[in-house]
């Protein structure tokens, strides 16, 4: 496999076109919007220079990478693809119907997979005439740096597939770790109620953001505090990710904290806005 194919231009998306183009693939990047791919493509461009003055990549190497990526509006960019990266947003219909498409578009032996960080990959398959092709290949924010790789099986996921995959994260230079379908899978199950708690334990009046991340990067050796890294995921993204928590495993331990509802909805959404439990500079 040489040819990717990856849908959506955001956070995830550019950094998952990034890798494959580091490592020599062909790689579409596909967004109904042209806004999105052309700061897409900047930020690709500028990630790439700052590899090149940590001495990661070489100048010539950073324009044979840019040189990899081409960009589509339309989902016929997955037309030679070999494999299909799914980043668009975290939204279950809107995955469903882009799955629906892609089956028509992409060439029947094709693999498609998605970053989805919480919806159920077997749900996402039965939109398909190929489930068995269908995994998750689910990224880290940054992608560029963050080693691990969660694959996820379907309940009709083939070992064909599932072994093609992890050796395509390994050919990226990623760690894969193979799970199996289940709401959040292993990180955000694990990760998503611990911040999650620390949201109550602010809107509670327990402490501030900044005392709940000191307590926790201190004190538990953790790189991040968990509001700060709930502003770099994005705080609508850990909302929908609870919300499918929730609902799919039916415990209110998963029950999203209201002050994170009022957040999201006042638009402080973490990084990419600017606010979010944190004030951040462009």
Same mark, same amino acid.
């Given at each position: 496999?040489?040819?990717?194919?990856?849908?959506?231009? *955001?956070?995830? =998306?550019?950094? %998952?076109?990034?890798? !494959?183009?580091?490592?020599?693939?062909?790689?579409? &990047? $596909?967004? @109904?919007?042209?806004?999105?791919?052309?700061?897409?493509?900047?930020?690709?461009?500028?990630?790439?220079?700052?590899?090149?003055?940590?001495?990661?990549?070489?100048?010539?190497?950073?324009?044979?990478?840019?040189?990899?990526?081409?960009?589509?509006?339309?989902?016929?960019?997955?037309?030679?693809?070999?494999?299909?990266?799914?980043?668009?947003?975290?939204?279950?219909?809107?995955?469903?119907?882009?799955?629906?498409?892609?089956?028509?578009?992409?060439?029947?032996?094709?693999?498609?997979?998605?970053?989805?960080?919480?919806?159920?990959?077997?749900?996402?398959?039965?939109?398909? *005439?190929?489930? =068995?092709?269908? %995994?998750?290949?689910? !990224?880290?924010?940054?992608?560029?740096?963050?080693? &691990? $790789?969660? @694959?996820?099986?379907?309940?009709?996921?083939?070992?064909?597939?599932?072994?093609?995959?992890?050796?395509?994260?390994?050919?990226?230079?990623?760690?894969?770790?193979?799970?199996?379908?289940?709401?959040?899978?292993?990180?955000?199950?694990?990760?998503?109620?611990?911040?999650?708690?620390?949201?109550?334990?602010?809107?509670?009046?327990?402490?501030?953001?900044?005392?709940?991340?000191?307590?926790?990067?201190?004190?538990?050796?953790?790189?991040?505090?968990?509001?700060?890294?709930?502003?770099?995921?994005?705080?609508?993204?850990?909302?929908?990710?609870?919300?499918?928590?929730?609902?799919?495993?039916?415990?209110?331990?998963?029950?999203?904290?209201?002050?994170?509802?009022?957040?999201?909805?006042?638009?402080?959404?973490?990084?990419?806005?600017?606010?979010?439990?944190?004030?951040?500079?462009?």
């Amino acid at each position: 496999m040489s040819r990717v194919t990856v849908v959506g231009a *955001g956070t995830m =998306g550019n950094g %998952i076109a990034h890798v !494959f183009a580091q490592h020599g693939w062909d790689t579409v &990047l $596909v967004d @109904v919007s042209p806004e999105a791919l052309d700061r897409a493509l900047k930020t690709i461009a500028a990630n790439a220079e700052r590899q090149v003055k940590k001495g990661v990549l070489s100048a010539a190497d950073r324009i044979a990478l840019l040189g990899r990526i081409r960009t589509s509006p339309g989902l016929d960019g997955a037309g030679g693809a070999d494999l299909v990266v799914e980043a668009a947003s975290e939204d279950r219909d809107v995955k469903f119907r882009l799955f629906r498409d892609l089956d028509r578009v992409a060439p029947p032996a094709a693999v498609l997979a998605t970053n989805t960080s919480s919806i159920s990959i077997t749900a996402i398959a039965a939109q398909t *005439g190929r489930p =068995g092709q269908v %995994i998750g290949m689910h !990224f880290m924010n940054p992608v560029p740096l963050m080693p &691990l $790789v969660e @694959v996820v099986r379907g309940l009709a996921t083939s070992d064909e597939t599932a072994h093609r995959v992890v050796e395509v994260a390994k050919a990226l230079g990623k760690t894969p770790v193979e799970v199996h379908d289940a709401p959040g899978f292993v990180s955000n199950r694990v990760l998503m109620p611990m911040i999650n708690e620390a949201i109550f334990c602010v809107m509670e009046g327990v402490a501030s953001p900044e005392a709940v991340d000191q307590v926790m990067t201190l004190g538990m050796n953790h790189p991040i505090g968990p509001l700060a890294l709930a502003d770099l995921i994005g705080l609508d993204v850990c909302l929908a990710i609870l919300e499918v928590l929730h609902r799919d495993l039916g415990d209110d331990k998963y029950r999203p904290a209201p002050l994170l509802r009022t957040m999201v909805a006042a638009g402080r959404l973490g990084r990419k806005a600017g606010q979010g439990f944190y004030g951040y500079r462009d």
